[in-house]
């Protein structure tokens, strides 16, 4: 007993506070989201009243698009979230295992291009999709298209980066033998790539739904419109003005929002930490 006192309590300490640490605001929130008075201020950490007010009024006013909100981020993040598996998965192999002219800068160019925040890009993509608007006004300015682009230009060089990570750890002998079988480059890429990434796809996929759906600052900049917000947007009215603050449909807003991502992390949990670990080894 003194071994494991002296030993091994004060792992179960700090093991014990992080995890009340990481879980607290997560409990505040949800305290709050049963909260009628619309604070975030709570009197005891056990709720004496459990009011369902804040989630009816996600859903009865008709000031609140609440719905609306949420099928413009679900269109969106998983159109990103597709639309970047196929073009990177694409981008990987043909990096990885294609011979052209220009493949090295252009690989190194994508690696440069991470190096800066994609924060110092929003004016002047700003200005481009203003300019498109004028002659392509679906995938322009104000458009849920447009910010679609905007997405798929920022996720690209990650996404490229780490399936092609993961194409150099299949053996090129697979590639070899498929050739002798007659099989194409395309073949080989649907029949054998394909089937072997599925976990890293799959993580690829997650984090570019996660990422795309809680984002808030460009989608902020680009949807203007009430009815073509995203939830991240549409949730930031509730206490973005100076007397107007009301936390409680906002954290209820969330809680639900939140139920999406947590089904997705569920059906994939199993190729994620696969995912995760490929291409971090040779071979």
């Known amino acids: 007993m003194n071994k494991w006192l002296k030993q091994d309590l004060w792992r179960h300490m700090v093991a014990l506070t992080t995890a009340i640490f990481a879980l607290f605001p997560l409990y505040l929130v949800i305290i709050s ?27 009865t006013s008709p000031a609140i698009p609440y ?3 949420m099928k413009n981020s679900l269109l969106v993040a ?24 220009g493949r090295k800068p252009g690989i190194q160019l994508l690696l440069l291009v991470q190096m800066f925040p994609a924060i ?4 002047a993509v700003y200005v481009i999709m203003e300019r498109v608007q004028t002659f392509a006004p679906g995938i322009g300015l104000g458009t849920q298209g447009g910010l679609v682009l905007v997405y798929l230009g920022g996720a690209m060089g990650v996404n490229i980066w780490l399936l092609k990570g993961f194409v150099d750890s299949i053996p090129k002998e697979l590639d070899e033998a498929a050739k002798i079988d007659g099989a194409s480059e395309v073949q080989t890429f649907w029949l054998i790539f394909i089937p072997l990434a ?9 984090l570019s739904f996660i990422g795309t759906f809680n984002e808030f600052i460009l989608a902020r900049l680009f949807l203007v419109d009430m009815e073509s917000r995203t939830i991240a947007v549409g949730l930031q009215q509730f206490i973005g003005g100076q007397y107007s603050q009301n936390w409680g449909p906002f954290a209820a807003g969330s809680i639900i ?27």
């Open 198 to 206: 599925t976990p890293v796809l799959a993580v690829v996929t997650l």
């Open 257 to 283: 929002a939140s139920i999406p991502i947590v089904i997705i992390f569920l059906s994939l949990q199993k190729y994620i930490v696969n995912g995760l670990t490929a291409g971090s080894v040779k071979g």
């Open 33 to 59: 989201s049963f909260n009628s008075t619309g604070s975030l201020q709570i009197t005891s950490f056990v709720p004496r009243e459990i009011s369902w007010n804040n989630y009816k009024l996600l859903f």
């Open 120 to 123: 110092l890009a929003i004016s």
């Open 78 to 101: 998983g159109s990103v979230a597709l639309i970047s598996v196929v073009i990177g998965s694409a981008s990987a192999f043909a990096f990885s295992r294609l011979s052209f002219k």
């Open 67 to 69: 719905l609306t909100w």
